[in-house]
């Protein structure tokens, strides 16, 4: 009996001592800089039991039974910890990840010009990534307008019904006050105005970088309304090979290749395109909504490593662009009776960069690059030809350093613009610009919690004068998940006769820029914006962002009438005032994301009487972009909503809503698509029409809606070295 007792007993005691479970916590740190890793998952596998970390970085788990516990923390970037712990004897754990995880790439801002991470930069600078872009290149594989096009704020405005050509807009401003910069490089813009936007393809780009506001300070002249930085991908040791085949249903064929690879001394990026578009007429009025468009693109890069610390690399960009559109039956068959007017334009870019980097210690370090950009363009429509060669070089070299609390970074430039009409033309309006530049930018830790930033650039301009252009931006930023960021600065623009004005009537009678008559655009601006995190019920990521901004342009270029017929440039008497908000909300659950935004822009031309809107900008955006992403689909469905706008003679138009869906599906040699985009079919012809008579010399409507309505697009992207993990 007394055995059977102590067996009995013995049992008893096992029972409870098993039995007996421990509330835990799981702390979660970056091992580089000891922050917190919010949404950092936890996962006991044998429990089935999970958790995400909070803003401290802390899981949380309750009932944990007692005893050794395998346990998984993952957070995307970093590498994957699966260790084992004993629960019981104790209750708090702590945990450091590294970085280099292979979930996601390490990103890099370069548009800071500063080695920081985004969240310690005061400058505000919005951050497309390599998925994103993914699915833009799916919707739209020819070039970078669908990228542009749905981010908050920003609308790309259509000048030319026949050649689609199109400029940036930033909060509401003109697209000639917008930098588009290519690895830091100005290699658009001038001669070739909206015609960028269209000879750019998104396949060799792994991400974007917007600032918004006035960001002459590091870039120099133009960057009033803002810049966008497309950062170029560049070879790693394993080899990279995209091949990316598309068709529409409009009769548009893409071909995008892509190929990397580097070793210890040298690496390689080669990337080509090639897209044909039919004259594609969907309403049927024998007017060409896409232009007929033959187009190839090539850009190699070619990279020599001498040593850890040093890197040199060079690369072209070439670019030949045929588009014709207008009279369908003249494009298809040639001139017959009233079938005459078409639109072309020939145009062939090669541009050249050069960068070389050198690490000189552990807190400094040298940058030299240089570009040279040659842009031939021939623009010809009934009785007129707008021909001429744009050359445009850039030099700069910077050294920056940094160190506990703060960074610097100093540099000169020189920037050159050499326009030269065609010697035939009836009006030579030849333009020649030299601008020297130096610049200077720091950024200082004034605690944990305050970040400031302040910088100055001198601009000496041979023809217009010194421009000094101070900027400020102050951060603060807690653990709680709330940052906010308050900046301004000073911008300004040389004049010339590319303007979304001078393009709309195809430079016919445009007088040339008087530079004794005429003063350089000046700007100034101000930013304040709030950002805020959280997990809703532990399961829903939660994150907003609310901007409110204030840009004035004064001396602004203005395109006006002549008593003789002619069109000459003068300065506005008053200034234009762009105001207004955005929001961006962000949700997610497991694996969906939703995307909220709403753009309130209000742009007033203060020089004209009743200070009215400025045409062609809707004062209200919104959108809605619902994605789902798991290891085999992704699938998407956006809805867009655009506001009513004012036409130049003051007519008020539609609003308008678009949508558009896309699914794509990965296995192991690649992914395949679909894309319908704008399925709704919303187009200008539905609201009122894009050509008004005669046949033979029509007149082509402002746009303010799209043109081209509903496009179905299939396709393929082949990855020969990726995608093994994929069934």
Known sequence: MKNIFLNTLFLFVSIISFAQTSDISISVRDAETNEPLLGATVYFEELEKGAVTDFDGIARFTEIPNGNLIIKISYIGFETIETTIDVGTKTAFDFKLESGGNELDEVVIQSSRSTRTVRKIPTRIEFIGAEELSEKAVMNPTNISMVLRESTGIQMQQTSLSSGNTNIRIQGLDGRYTQLLRDG???????????SILQIPPLDLKQFEIIKGSSSTLYGGGAIAGLINMVSKTPDEEPALDIMLTQTQA?????NVFYSKRNEKFGVSLYGSGHYQKAYDPEDDDFSNLPKTTSISFNPKFFYYPSEKTTFWFGLNGTYDDRIGGDITKIESGENGIHQYTEENVSKRLSSQAVYETQIDSVSSLTIKNS????????TIPDFTFDGKQTNTFTEINYQKSANKTDWIFGANLYTSDFDENDNATLQRDQTDITYGAFANNIYDISDNWILETGLRADYNTDFGFFPLPRVSLLYKNDSGFSSRIGGGLGYKIPDIFTEEAEFINFVNVLGIDKSSLNAERSYG????????????ETVGFSINQLFYVTAINDALLLNSTDNGFFQFENATDEILSKGAETNIKFTY????????????????NYLAGNPQKPLTAKHNAGSVLMYESEKWRIGYETFYTGKQFLSNGTETTDFITMGFVAMRNFKWGTTFVNFENFTDRRQSRFSPLVLPPHDNPEFSEIYAPTDGFIFSVGVIIKPFGNEDDD
Do not use: C, H, M
């Open 185 to 195: 490089f100005p290699l658009y813009g001038g001669f070739s105005s909206g015609l």
């Open 251 to 255: 009769l548009g064929s893409t071909a």
């Open 372 to 379: 040279i950009s040659f842009f031939d363009r021939e623009l």
């Open 526 to 537: 101000v930013n304040l914006d709030f950002n805020y995190q959280t997990r809703l019920f």
């Open 590 to 605: 497991k694996d969906f994301r939703w995307f909220l935004n709403y753009a309130l822009i209000d742009t007033k031309l």
